[in-house]
Nanobody, 116 residues
Framework: QVQLVESGGGLVQPGGSLRVSCVAS????????MGWYRQAPGKQRELVAS???????NYADSVKGRFTISGDVSENTVYLQMNSLKPEDTAVYYC??????????WGQGTQVTVSS
C-alpha cells in the first residue's frame, strides 16, 4: 500500500517561511520523480518543484529562488522549503511520485495560507 503523508502546512505572513514534508511508504522515493504541486481556488493545479533520482531539481518560474525541494533517503521523505512567501502562494500543496509508467501517486494535500 503506497502512501504519501504530508505535514507542515499552515498559516504564515507574507515574507515568512514554511517547510512542508512528504513521507513516502510503499515506494522508494529516491527511485521516483518526486514533485510538489499546488492548486489555488479557481485555478489549475501546477507543478511547483520536482527532484529526480539523480538529485536534479526543477522549479516553476514563480517560485525559483524562493523555494527549495530536497530529499532525505534515510527517511524516505521529500521536503519543500518555502521562503519569502507571497499571498499568491496560498494553495493546497500536494506531494506527487511519478515513475513515468504507472499512474502517479498523490498525497492528501496540505493547506498553505499566506495572509496579507
Amino acid at each position: 500500500q503506497v502512501q504519501l503523508v504530508e505535514s507542515g502546512g499552515g498559516l504564515v505572513q507574507p515574507g515568512g517561511s514554511l517547510r512542508v514534508s512528504c513521507v513516502a511508504s510503499g515506494i522508494i522515493a529516491r527511485l521516483y520523480r518526486m514533485g510538489w504541486y499546488r492548486q489555488a481556488p479557481g485555478k489549475q493545479r501546477e507543478l511547483v518543484a520536482s527532484i529526480n533520482s539523480g538529485g536534479w531539481t526543477n522549479y516553476a518560474d514563480s517560485v525559483k529562488g524562493r523555494f527549495t525541494i530536497s530529499g532525505d533517503v534515510s527517511e524516505n521523505t521529500v521536503y519543500l522549503q518555502m521562503n519569502s512567501l507571497k499571498p499568491e502562494d496560498t494553495a493546497v500543496y500536494y506531494c506527487n511520485a511519478r515513475d513515468g509508467v504507472m499512474p502517479d501517486y498523490w498525497g492528501q494535500g496540505t493547506q498553505v495560507t499566506v495572509s496579507s
